[in-house]
């Protein structure tokens, strides 16, 4: 058993691994098993993914209580969290999530990376940016998920909010 200070977060990680883990199986279980495309079917990966998750959440659950993680590096970083900068990235997923069926994969994806940005531009202690830091990395959103938007709608024929029926934006 170990006695070490971090073996109780350490153990409560391997714990959290085995039972998200257990709830995937949990949930591939209920997924149809006929098989599909050269003998997959549509469980196979939620499958992979609940073994590897168990067999992972195992192995970190016996290195935390047989002397702790090994050969861990000392935490790196600043001594709290930056409230700000998660506020940010959070504000930028959100907002994603609840814009993208009305103004369309491309202009949500390209206003939580410009969100995202300012977060994470904050946390390194940076300037945030004005209007025209604002603009480029809105800009660059949008060269990132146009390029994906047309992949996956033109070439992959997967269908994402649009705000245009057109398919090109």
């Known amino acids: 058993m170990a006695t070490t200070p971090a073996a109780l977060p350490q153990t409560l990680i391997g714990a959290g691994a085995l039972l998200v883990g257990a709830v995937m199986a949990w949930g591939a279980a209920a997924i149809p098993a006929e098989a599909g495309y050269a003998g997959v079917g549509p469980n196979f990966l939620p499958?992979?993914?609940?073994?590897?998750?168990?067999?992972?959440?195992?192995l970190l659950l016996w290195e935390a209580r047989s002397g702790g993680f090994r050969q861990l590096d000392p935490p790196s970083g600043a001594?709290?969290?930056?409230?700000?900068?998660?506020?940010?990235?959070?504000?930028?997923?959100?907002?994603?999530?609840?814009?993208?069926?009305?103004?369309?994969?491309?202009?949500?994806?390209?206003l939580c990376f410009a969100l995202a940005v300012r977060g994470l531009r904050g946390s390194e202690g940076k300037p945030?940016?004005?209007?025209?830091?604002?603009?480029?990395?809105?800009?660059?959103?949008?060269?990132?998920?146009?390029?994906?938007?047309?992949?996956?709608?033109?070439?992959?024929?997967?269908?994402?909010?649009?705000?245009?029926?057109?398919?090109?934006?």
């Open 47 to 58: 499958w992979l993914v609940s073994v590897v998750l168990l067999l992972c959440g195992a």
């Open 79 to 110: 001594a709290r969290g930056d409230w700000t900068a998660l506020a940010w990235v959070s504000a930028g997923v959100l907002l994603n999530a609840a814009l993208i069926t009305r103004i369309g994969f491309v202009f949500s994806c390209a």
């Open 128 to 169: 945030a940016g004005g209007l025209r830091q604002t603009g480029l990395d809105v800009l660059t959103g949008l060269l990132i998920t146009l390029p994906v938007f047309w992949l996956f709608t033109k070439l992959l024929a997967i269908n994402l909010p649009g705000l245009t029926a057109t398919g090109w934006l």
